[in-house]
T-cell receptor, first 113, second 110 residues
Framework: AQSVTQLDSHVSVSEGTPVLLRCNYS??????LFWYVQHPNKGLQLLLK??????LVKGINGFEAEFKKSETSFHLTKPSAHMSDAAEYFC???????????FGKGTSLLVTP | DGGITQSPKYLFRKEGQNVTLSCEQNLNHDAMYWYRQDPGQGLRLIYY???????QKGDIAEGYSVSREKKESFPLTVTSAQKNPTAFYLC?????????FGPGTRLTVT
């Protein structure tokens, strides 16, 4: 079965400092991996996706993630945090059936002035 | 504008009543999905449909039912058999793996 584990439930950074949100995956085949963001009481927005092309994936709003097969990781990074980045972030892996998704439990990012 | 609409945004029901949540998309996607979100749990898959008149159970289908009579619409009924229905419900549609989400419906059952 395909699954993801987000290693931190909460991350706090200062505005202007780097962001690192950690995700490990488990998959019996080459996975499709995603990061989604959710602002309070809103739907989810796709940040970026990995589908077996380049291992370094660039997304929206300056975020990027690197697929590391040897470490089974797909960590999300951003060089400099903005206040508007404060939200819930989900690491996601695609299932084999129906293009459904398995979500991690989420990491809440707090950005302080 | 293309997108997914869910209505209503907030829904309140008494215990023992069935309630139907609406989901409509105009993205011309074949596949649609329902997820439930609880604090600290991420999203869990309730039902999904890859084509009209066909749908499959997800991980937590007990106490829920769906229909897919039109490509654009995938309503979810929360039945009285669902033991803990209070949650935030998200609908999505997709082509391949990239899913697009609606704004969600927050259901409160008392």
């Amino acid at each position: 079965a395909q699954s993801v584990t987000q290693l931190d439930s909460h991350v706090s950074v200062s505005e202007g400092t780097p962001v690192l949100l950690r995700c490990n995956y488990s998959s019996s085949y080459s996975p499709s991996l995603f990061w989604y963001v959710q602002h309070p009481n809103k739907g989810l927005q796709l940040l970026l996706k990995y589908t077996s092309a380049a291992t370094l994936v660039k997304g929206i709003n300056g975020f990027e993630a690197e697929f590391k097969k040897s470490e089974t990781s797909f960590h999300l990074t951003k060089p400099s945090a903005h206040m508007s980045d404060a939200a819930e972030y989900f690491c996601v892996v695609g299932r084999l059936s129906g293009y459904a998704l398995n979500f991690g439990k989420g990491t809440s990012l707090l950005v302080t002035p | 504008d293309g997108g997914i609409t869910q209505s209503p945004k907030y829904l309140f029901r008494k215990e023992g009543q069935n309630v139907t949540l609406s989901c409509e998309q105009n993205l011309n996607h074949d596949a649609m999905y329902w997820y439930r979100q609880d604090p600290g749990q991420g999203l869990r898959l309730i039902y999904y449909s890859q084509i009209v008149n066909d749908f499959q159970k997800g991980d937590i289908a007990e106490g829920y039912s769906v229909s897919r009579e039109k490509k654009e619409s995938f309503p979810l009924t929360v039945t009285s058999a669902q033991k803990n229905p209070t949650a935030f419900y998200l609908c999505a549609s997709s082509t391949y793996y990239e899913q697009y989400f609606g704004p969600g419906t927050r259901l409160t059952v008392t």
